[in-house]
């Protein structure tokens, strides 16, 4: 090895930047439950205790290859018309729609935390979103963000198999809400990054009525305004519930808990599909090795009885040397990476060589 240090220049070094993404898709099946339902031992839905939201798992979250999906749970503001000290679980509810609302809206310059506004354009007021259900996904699905632009979730309007207009054999229509135009079209005035508007398949024009809550790309998170749900709302695995009937959202947000409302809102959902992305940063160090440069080597090896050995005792001939490892080294002389080639390249006076070392990160 040469013991001959070069120094980059600013032209041997440039830096880029790579986005990748992943289709994720989540099955219904899974979101409702595949493996025995809620609580249900070796079950993929995990509830807790403390009765703040439940968690989804590809498989039963006691199986080693569980992997965590995303967590729902649902609240109001302490303005809404669905707040009473006589609800179930009244200050849960709350506290679970301050602590996203502080997260992905802010505060004003008052400091209280301000609520959901559906456009997006806080500062003109416009409808709120004072009740929401939040689904938090895992960051191993959303990796550094989700991708603008591609995110669906296809849902009814009803937990239940109540049909439209009593019919008890058809389940109300279903919509396929997403950020649609949001590649181009998304806000940048929430504290937690970026975020979508989300609208339902019967319009992808941004307007305000048809809009249905947000998606926060960076932080993973999908909110939707409880108004969107005008069917008949209720929990499925209840003791004693019919799996339908007439009961409302606002009345089940005072009657029901929130692992009640969960799993009533994991009967609507059909599917779930978006684009992760990754960003891989990298950066690109040209090594040159001139005419001149590193043509000999400091390798004990390379001599035998003081001759260069790859010279086959010809005095006269060029020396040669094979470049086998590249390292880089910091201001100091340390030595911080090393790369290794796939094969020896021969190093002559009569070549020039130009190796070209990534660094991802």
């Not at 992305?277 to 040209?286: A, G, H, K, M, W």
């Not at 090393?338 to 990160?361: F, G, M, Q």
Request: one cysteine or more; charged letters at 20%; a negative charge.
């Amino acid at each position: 090895m040469a013991n001959t240090f070069k120094t980059f220049l600013n032209s041997d070094i440039a830096n880029t930047r790579t986005l990748l993404h992943e289709a994720i898709p989540i099955t219904g099946t899974i979101i409702s439950g595949t493996y025995s339902g809620a609580d249900a031992v070796g079950g993929n839905i995990k509830t807790f205790a403390h009765g703040m939201f439940e968690a989804v798992y590809d498989y039963p979250y006691l199986s080693s290859s569980a992997n965590h999906i995303f967590d729902i749970t649902t609240g109001y503001a302490a303005s809404s018309d669905f707040f009473s000290s006589n609800n179930v679980q009244n200050a849960k509810k709350v506290n679970i729609y301050n602590q996203h609302a502080q997260i992905l809206v802010g505060y004003d310059v008052t400091g209280s935390i301000q609520l959901f506004d559906a456009d997006g354009n806080i500062a003109d007021g416009g409808t709120k979103m004072d009740s929401c259900f939040f689904i938090n996904f895992s960051r191993l699905l959303v990796k550094d963000e989700i991708k603008k632009g591609s995110f669906r979730m296809a849902l009814y309007a009803s937990s239940s198999v109540a049909g439209v207009e009593g019919d008890p054999d058809e389940r109300f229509d279903m919509d396929t809400i997403g950020d649609y135009g949001a590649a181009t079209e998304y806000r940048v005035n929430s504290p937690s990054g970026e975020y979508g508007l989300l609208y339902t398949s019967s319009t992808s024009d941004a307007v305000e009525a048809f809009v249905v809550g947000h998606i926060y790309y960076q932080a993973g998170i999908a909110v939707l305004t409880s108004s969107y749900f005008t069917g008949s709302f209720q929990d499925p695995l209840a003791p004693g519930s019919p799996g339908g009937g007439d009961a409302q959202l606002p009345d089940y947000y005072g009657e029901g808990t929130i692992s009640e409302l969960a799993n009533a809102f994991r009967f609507t959902v059909d599917n779930i599909e978006f684009n992760n992305t990754t960003e891989l940063n990298s950066t690109i160090y040209f090594c040159r090795a001139n005419t001149q440069d590193y043509n000999y080597s400091s390798n004990p090896t390379y001599l035998t009885a003081s001759k260069i050995r790859v010279k086959n005792n010809n005095s006269k001939a060029d020396p040669v040397s094979y470049v086998t490892t590249i390292g880089l080294y910091s201001a100091d002389n340390e030595l911080l990476a090393v790369a290794k080639l796939s094969e020896p390249l021969k190093k002559s006076p009569s070549n020039e060589l130009t190796l070209r070392v990534r660094l991802d990160y």
